[in-house]
């Protein structure tokens, strides 16, 4: 069995995307794949881990979401613990993807579990840093290499061209340059709803859709086809007493409605909504307190919707090195 040590620097870089995308790849061809994520020290988390609960439905696990995310303590022998945890999940696998703890990189875990170690790094101007190039040699023989995620599309050439050299110099192995996906980043229909406290009213099977973009329609004074036709797939911040701005919104690539204000909805409104299957998010806030709750939960989004998956396996397919992981790790590709 070969295990996978996935780690960072900082939380919230794009781990557990880049480990759902290897477990769907290894999975497609044939590999027995699991998931570990062992929390060590500090106090015990409150339920299930949100990351090992989508991993397991993702992997199609067996274990129980507390069995792949175990709490360990902070005594005791570390590669003792570890070891015991692993063997509830090792059986029958080929791979395990253990992931890391947002922060902490450990090479005390890496060398319990006998893992080969990713680093993922969130891109920002003048990579390599020096922590960066630390925290790689820290794992020593077990690093394989690192990737480095949400490059914007203005800076991917320019990072592929030149990012291998800045690290071979360090003696590092440059995995992927990952760009920038405005979908990989982006809330649910259903979870901008509850984020906004508001109520859909129509289309409820779209919940589970992504939101890529979020346009204020309130305080423009152009044409709403046309500004609205900027953006696709957008979710739509309007007040309530503006239907001439929800028609226009409904006529171009929209998500979902966002309407606020007690004013009630003209019919024509909500029938050209069922009609175009758009959903309406009625909520009792003002416009700028939904951009702020709006913007709070951008800022602490997850990887943690299937339907983010298939974009991430597909950047993973064009951009990652699998050549070098299948070889790292002793398996046929």
Known sequence: MATVYVTSREGGVGKTAVCAALGKHLISDGKKTGFFKPILGGNKPAGADPDATFMKQLLGLKE???TLCPFLGGEGNVASRISQSLSHIAPGKDVILAEGVNGQPSPEVAKALGARVIIVEAYSPGLPREELVAAAKSFGEQ?????INRVPVSQAERVRAEAPAWFSSAGISLLGVLPEDRALASLTIGELA???RGEIVNNPEKSPELAENVMLGALTVDSGLLYFGRKPNKVAVLRSDRPDMHLAALETSTRALVISGGTELIPSVRHRAEDKGIPLILTSEDVPSIVALIEDALAKVRF??????????QIM???????????ALGLAS
Request: aromatic residues 10%; glycine residues 6%.
């Open 304 to 313: 943690n919707q299937e339907s983010k998956v298939p974009r991430m396996s």
């Open 194 to 196: 509850e984020q906004v």
């Open 143 to 147: 690093l394989l290499g690192v990737v």
């Open 317 to 327: 397919a064009e951009h990652f090195a699998w050549g070098k992981l299948y070889q």
């Open 64 to 66: 129980a979401a507390e």
